[in-house]
């Protein structure tokens, strides 16, 4: 039971460098091809970064306070996660029907 702390902080850094590769993946892409789609996949990736860093550190501060105040901040970085997801996800979805329609 010590190394729950160790595993958790183990999964946000691989989550972490998972969101990073993807962001690099949305800014070569960005560069290659400016479009709606890809302005959209790039901003969803970008606030999901962003969420992700403030949400891992909030947590923190907010285990200090209270257990209550812990669920709310984690349900609070869930929902605008959840949010940037999907404008990254209206934006691949958006990339994949223009570029099948290129190539038909």
Same mark, same amino acid.
């Given at each position: 039971m010590q190394d729950l702390p160790t595993y958790h902080l183990i #999964? $946000? /850094?691989l989550s972490f460098l998972g969101y990073l590769i993807v962001l690099i993946g949305c800014i070569v892409l960005l560069i290659k091809k400016r *479009? %709606? #789609?890809t302005v959209l996949m790039f901003t969803g990736m970008i606030l999901s970064v962003i969420f992700t860093v403030l949400g891992f550190f909030m947590n923190f501060i907010a285990a200090k306070s209270s257990p209550e105040e812990l /669920? +709310?901040?984690?349900g609070v970085f869930s929902t605008m996660n959840a949010l940037a $997801? %999907? %404008?990254f996800g209206i934006g691949i979805l958006l990339l994949a029907i223009n570029? *099948? +329609?290129a190539r038909a």
């Open positions: #999964a $946000y /850094v *479009s %709606l #789609a /669920v +709310r901040n984690q $997801y %999907l %404008l570029w *099948s +329609r």
